[in-house]
Structures are given as C-alpha cells and as structure tokens.
C-alpha cells in the first residue's frame, strides 16, 4: 500500500508507527451551516480510506473533531438570535443526518472543541514554558511561527514570502506578522473560559493538535483533511505539535483536492454554493457519492449538474447488470457449453486489478475503471444465449456478483441490493420528470400479457404510450428494464 505524503510530495509505502495499527485523525467541520460539497468529497474519501485499511487488515483508530466554538459559529448565532452552542448543535446534527444518508461511518471517536478546553489550555503553556508562545499583557497567546525553523515545508511556502503577505492587525499585540493565536482574550458576548492568561477562548489550529494527541499519541500515522487545510491549519498544527513535543506529529500527510462548480471556486458569493442537501433533493445519495469517488481524491472535482447525471447513469449500468446476473444464476440451467478462452482470461485479470488500484494510492477512480470492465464482460456473455447457458459462466456470475458486493462494501455502495436501488433510481428519475413509476408498472404488466397472448400490435401500442411519457423500454433476458429518458 502506498500513499502521497503531501509533507514529501512523494508517493510512499505505507508503513504504520505500530505493526498492524493505523492512528488516523481527519479535521471535521466548523458547525456553523449545512455542509457543502466539499465537505462531502474529504467525508466520503476518508471513509473508503478506513473502510479499505480494515479489510486490508489494520486495526484503525479513527478521529474525527467538531469544532464548536469560532467566530463563524459566534457570527452565525448573533445574525440568528442563537447561542454559540445552540448553532453549533443544530449543524452538528444536520451533518450527522447529511453522513448518514451518504452512508459514511461515524468515527471511533468525535470530539467536540468546547469538551477539551483543559487539554489545549496545558499544550499552550507547555509552548509557553519552551519558548515558543508567549502571551500578550492583554491576554492573548500567540505561537512564534520562526521558533519552528521547518515552518511552511508542509504547504511548500517560504517564510519569507509569507511575511510580505501578512499584516499585523489593529488590537493584536504580535512579535512577528507570522504568529498565530492559541489563546483568544474573551470579548464582549462571545463564548469564554478561564485561563493563567485571562478569560478566553482558543484559537482554531490548537484544537486538533490537543485532541489528535489525547487520543491517539503520537505520530499519527495518517492526518487527514481538504486541500485548503494544508495552510494554514494543518501547517500550524504540526508547528505547534511537534515544538511542543519534539517528535514528529504526522508521518503521511494526506489531503483530497478542491471541488469546484462549473469550473469555478464554488462560493456563497458566487451564487454557486451547493450543499449536500441540495443535491439529495434531487439525487439519491449513492448516485452522489459514486460520483465523488470517480476521480481520484487529489485531483480537482468539476461539479456539474450534467456529470453528475453521466455519474447516475454509469451506476445504474453497474447495477442492472448486478441483477440480471443475479437472475441468470437463480433462472438459468447450466450446459456444458465452453466460454471463449480470452473472455475468462480478461475477467480474471479484471477482477484482481481493483485492490492493486486503491493499493496505490487510494486511486477509487482506476478500481471502478476495472469494475467496468468487468461489466463489460458480463454483458457480452449475458447477451449470448449459448453463452449465457454455460456452466463456466455461471462461475463467472458469481464471482462478479462476489467482487460487486466486496468492493462495494470498501466503496460504500449498494451493489450488493441492486433491486433496491434500481427501484429507487427510477422513481427519482420519474419525479425528476413528474412520471409516476406505478403507472409506468402497470403498462409494463399490460404489454407483457399482450406479448404473451401474441397481440403484438396492443404491445407495440403500449410501447408507444410509455415513450411518449419520456420512458424507455428494453427488454432483457432477466425481464423488461425501463428507465426515465
């Protein structure tokens, strides 16, 4: 298994600090609004990640932080007549409903900012008494960013090029341009705690670096999180983290890349902003998901209503070629008929591509590419009846129908229950289109009973009708599939 340390740019092996063991801390949100796209991708990336580390045989211990207290959670509250924690809680259950309904797993352990006050506060001091923070007479603590001479090799920028960027605002009481808060003094009406440096709150880098060590000690083996972390969270955290301690904080660094929207950075002002929820409105979550998972994570995601549509469309190819072999192996008697020796051949090369995919650095787009090809496959067996009536094909059938639920279960994906999800892609297709699918049923039902008493002419009546209602019809050897056109 290999990886691409964004600390090294390098692709790496993987090799775990203890054998058999993977400590794994991924940055989760700041509850301050519904999650968007990108909240989605660095969600379902990292869940394939842990669901593929455990079938490949390591025992993960999986973080995953909220952070509930920040000036847009603060914001956000005072525009919404709210508490901090009040807005915090309402976000913090839509992205639990949001996770759930694109079926990422919850992490081993979720903590919360505001539950871990004590533990940052002891990081900070610890800065303090080595030297590398220092506290202002009004309050604030910052950390002195040229105390770590390895800062910015993680986001690859030059300390002095950061400096000319960077301004020392009116209030802050810095050394340096560079430093960063760790400790906020408590302002009017704003969340507040008790500190050796006056009431306050943290700042945000602190957070993950106290509760990554908490739980997990260090290293990490993985740190995870979107492109835009790189700078300047993840490049202070391991600032702060590593001066504190004197170890290394992270040995892989892994980071998913942008989503944008019509080629465009996707932003509220931009009038291009879509959340998770906007998209299920109209999609199911699985034609969501898969669609994320088909480029691969470090490369950008172009979002548009048009490829998620493409997307939709390559899943149901996979699934309905899940159920008509599943069909042909509950329906079929088996002859002694041979397959032609390279269509068994391509499968088993196939078939055993998809694993060395996501091997290598978690490439989810390369192993669907197999999956594909497999189906390819399928179908050209499933489409000759000589073919399909073989015994080495119902071989074959089985092991594709074994491969679909192995990875799909890596995947998150339901190909395991194709039925299910073709009933349900058809009826959100159908509302798409204001088609009710019990209709569309019923007159399926009626041309099989003509084309059964062989008035073919009422069949082709009733095919008509249904394409003149935007249905397309195709008959297989498994029974009819329709689909909205």
């Known amino acids: ?20 063991k993977v400590k794994l801390y991924v940055c989760g949100i700041t509850a301050y609004d519904y999650c968007h796209l990108g909240h989605a991708r660095a969600a379902v990336v990292f869940d394939v990640l842990v669901r593929f580390l455990r079938f490949s ?3 993960v211990l999986f973080i995953r932080n909220f952070t509930d207290v920040d000036d847009k959670i603060i914001n956000r509250g005072k525009e919404s007549n709210l508490s901090s924690q009040e807005v915090a809680e309402r976000f913090i259950a839509a992205y639990y409903e949001d996770m759930e309904r694109l079926g990422v797993l919850p992490a081993d352990v979720e903590p919360r900012a505001t539950e871990h ?19 202002t007479p009004a309050g604030d603590v910052y950390f002195r960013v040229r105390s770590f001479p390895d800062y910015g090799r993680l986001s690859g920028r030059n300390i002095e ?106 932003a509220k002002s931009l009038g291009n902003f879509i959340t998770i929820r906007d998209i299920m409105q109209e999609y199911l979550p699985e034609v969501l998901r898969f669609f994320l998972l088909g480029k691969h994570y470090r490369s950008p995601l172009d979002f548009t209503w048009e490829r998620l549509q493409e997307s939709e469309r390559g899943f149901k190819r996979l699934l309905e070629t899940a159920w008509q072999t599943g069909q042909a ?7 002694a008929t041979d397959l032609p020796e390279e269509i068994d051949r391509e499968f088993r090369t196939a078939a055993g591509l998809w694993r060395e995919s996501l091997e290598d650095d978690l490439n989810t787009a390369a192993a669907l590419g197999h999956l594909f090809s497999m189906n390819r496959l399928i179908n050209r067996i499933l489409d000759q009846k000589k073919w399909r009536k073989s015994q080495q094909a119902g071989e074959i059938f089985s ?4 491969e679909l639920e192995t990875l799909g279960r890596i995947l998150g994906l339901p190909f395991a229950d194709p039925e299910r999800v073709l009933s349900s892609l058809r009826k959100s297709r159908a509302d798409r ?26 069949a082709d009546l009733i095919r008509n009708r249904l394409v003149q209602m935007g249905v397309a019809l195709r008959d297989t050897p498994s029974g009819p599939v329709w689909e909205v056109e």
């Open 399 to 402: 092991a594709f129908l074994d």
């Open 117 to 135: 006050i004590q533990v940052m506060q002891d990081l900070i001091q610890k800065l303090i008494d080595t030297g590398h923070a220092y506290a």
């Open 161 to 266: 090029e950061l400096k000319s960027g960077v301004r020392i605002e009116p209030g802050e009481d810095k050394e340096d341009p560079l430093d960063f808060a760790l400790w906020k003094k408590a302002g009017p009406d704003v969340p507040s705690w008790p500190s050796p440096w006056g009431d306050g709150r943290p700042g945000w880098h602190i957070e993950c670096s106290a509760m990554s060590e908490k739980y997990l000690g260090l290293p990490l083996d993985i740190h995870g999180g979107g492109q835009d972390l790189a700078f300047p969270h993840h490049e202070n955290e391991r600032a702060q983290s590593e001066a504190a301690s004197g170890k290394t904080f992270v040995r892989y660094w892994l980071h998913n890349g942008f989503v944008r929207v019509n080629q465009e950075k996707m």
């Open 433 to 458: 289109k204001n088609i009710d699918p019990a209709e569309v049923e019923k007159l399926i039902a009626k041309r099989q009973k003509a084309r059964q008493d062989k008035n073919f002419e009422q």
């Open 329 to 335: 192996l509950e329906n079929q008697k088996w002859s």
């Open 57 to 59: 045989g390591y025992e």
């Open 1 to 20: 298994m290999k990886f691409q340390n964004t600390l090294t740019g390098q692709k790496e092996p993987f090799v775990p600090h203890q054998e058999g």
